[in-house]
C-alpha cells in the first residue's frame, strides 16, 4: 500500500520452528485474572484479580508515560520513533555501566565493504560496536542503528552528533517494526546495501543485574529487551510464575534444548505453590540447580556452567519473542536489499543460527527436515501443478546466495581475549540479482 512516496512493507507474521510465543502466557494471564476465587491446596500462593490487574496496569502506565509523554495509549501499528529518547529513569543508571566488545568485526567489515555513500542498517545496534567499526573503515557511509533496547537508543543517539545529520540515523523498534521505521525516514525497498544481525542479549543487558538476565548477580526477573516499551509484552516472572508444568517445559525444551526440561519445570511449580511467587534471577537459578542434584555441567572451555543456564536462555527467548523476530527481520531485510546487498547474521546458538542457514539456502522454516528438488517436487500432491513452469522455476530460483557454505567462526586469539565470543557462528548471503 503506497502514501505518497513512502511505501509500506506488511510482513505477515510467520512461526519460527513450529513454536509461536507470547500469545500462550497472554492467555494465562488473562484466565488468572478472571479465576479470582481459584483454590490453591497450598495457601501462600494465590492468584487474585486484583494481583493480576495491577501487574497488567503498572505495565500499560509505565510505557505510556515513559516513552510517550503522556498517559493517553499510542498507535501500536506504528513505533513511536522520534519520541523514543525519553528513557526510563533505570536506563540512565545503567548508561555509566555498559561496557560490550563487539564479535568477529574483521570478518563482518571485509564482507559489507563500507564505501562511500553506502547505506547500512545495523539491525542490533547494542553499543554501537560493528557500527563505529563501519563508520572507521568509510567516515562517510550512512547507517540506520536499530535496537529495540532503550539504553542502546541513547547510545546511538550520541553516536549521531559526531557525525553529518541523516548520516546515522538513531531508531528504536523490533526486527517486525522495520518496514515502518524505514519508511519513516525515507527509506525505500530495494535501497539498502548492507544488513547486519548480531542476535542475543548484549553483554551491556547481561552486565546490568537490574535487566534479570544473568546468573551471575541477583536481580529483578525481566528479561525484557525493550525495558516495557510493549504493553503486550510479558517478563520472565509473568511466565515462571502463571505457566503450568506442561508448558515451561515445553518452553524450556524447545528454546533451551534442556534434556532436563521436564523435571525442571516440575520443580519451578513446586517451589512457587510452597514458598510463593519466584521475583528474582537467583531464587530461579537455585530453584533449577536443586534439579540437577549435583550433577556439574561444563561449557566449551572446559569451565564450569550454572545448570540453570540453558533455562534462563529459554526463558530470554520466549519473552523477546526472539526466533519470530529474527525470521520476520530476514523477510524485511530481503525486500530492503539491493540485488547484490549483503546480510550477514551472527548468532550464538542453534536455534537461532538454523533461520539464518534456512533463509540464505531456501528452506521454509516450518520444514521438518532439509528437502531436495525432488523431495520438494513428491509433496505437491496435485499432478498438474506438479510440471508447472512457474512452480519449477519458484523451486529453482535462489533468493539468497550464500558466501560460504560453512559458518565462520571466531579467532583463537579472539575468543582467549573475548571468551563470550566462542559460541559465535557467522553466516553471510548475497541477495540474487533476479530479485
Known sequence: MAF???????????????????????EYVSESAVNTQRQIKCRIFRTTKTSVLSVITSKRLVHT??????SSPSNPGVPNISDAGNSPPDVEKLDQRVSHTPVMVSEVIDILQPKNGKLFIDMTFGAGGHTKAILRENPKARVVCLDRDPLA???????AKNYDPQQVLPCIGKFSELPDILCNHGISLGSVDGI??????????FNSHERGFSLSSDGPLDMRMDQGRDPDGVSAQDVVNHLPASDLRDII????EDRMANKIAHTIVNARNVFGKITTTKELADI??????????????GRYSHPATRTFQALRIFVNNELNEINNGLEAAFHYLRPGGVCVGISFQSLEDRIFKRHFHGIDVDEAKNK?????????????EKYSKDLIHSILKKKWIPIDKKTKTPSEAEIAENPRSRSAKLRAAIKSLEF
Open 4 to 26: 505518497g512516496r513512502c511505501v509500506y512493507l506488511t510482513l505477515a507474521p510467520k512461526r519460527a520452528l513450529t513454536y509461536t510465543c507470547l500469545a500462550k502466557i497472554r
Open 288 to 301: 533449577v540447580e536443586t534439579a540437577f542434584d549435583g550433577y556439574i555441567q561444563k561449557d566449551k572451555l
Open 372 to 384: 531436495t528438488a525432488r523431495q520438494q517436487f513428491r509433496s505437491v500432491r496435485d499432478h498438474h
Open 65 to 70: 508515560t515513559s516513552h510517550h509523554g503522556s
Open 253 to 256: 525444551k524447545t528454546y533451551g
Open 153 to 159: 537508543y541513547n547510545h546511538a543517539k550520541e553516536l
Open 196 to 205: 547486519l544481525f548480531d542476535v542475543g542479549a548484549s553483554s551491556m543487558q
